[in-house]
């Protein structure tokens, strides 16, 4: 009979070569996902697949960007999560312009913005 073994208690996180912890980037005092409250929403099934290929692409984009960037002075790829923040903070930002009573008219008060 074999036995299972975790590792988890035995590996800790100061048990890390000083090369790699030399190049690991400073971390915040605080991350910001410890700031961030849980809210679901629901999507349209095409709307995730733009975000994620906008996801895609910005990354892409980015990777090309930093290339010739050492490691420390990269920065982390860009999450959904990430992208619809900003949506939101530009919806709110802009929450004087916006008028409507459906979803249809929120959405052609946010296109008069872009004109």
Do not use: Y
Not at 6 to 24: G, Y
Not at 48 to 73: G, M
Not at 89 to 103: K, M, P, Q, V, Y
């Amino acid at each position: 009979m074999s036995k299972n073994v975790s590792l988890r208690n035995t590996i800790r996180p100061n048990d890390v070569p000083e090369q790699a912890a030399a190049i690991r980037p400073a971390t915040p005092a605080t991350p910001p996902s410890e700031e961030l409250v849980r809210k679901e929403t629901r999507l349209l099934p095409e709307q995730i697949d733009e975000i994620s290929r906008l996801r895609r692409r910005l990354n892409t984009d980015r990777k090309a960007a930093e290339q010739a960037l050492p490691f420390e002075q990269r920065s982390t790829a860009i999450p959904d999560q990430a992208l619809t923040r900003a949506a939101i903070t530009f919806l709110l930002e802009n929450a004087d312009a916006i008028h409507g009573w459906t979803e249809a008219d929120v959405l052609e008060s946010l296109r008069r913005l872009k004109n």
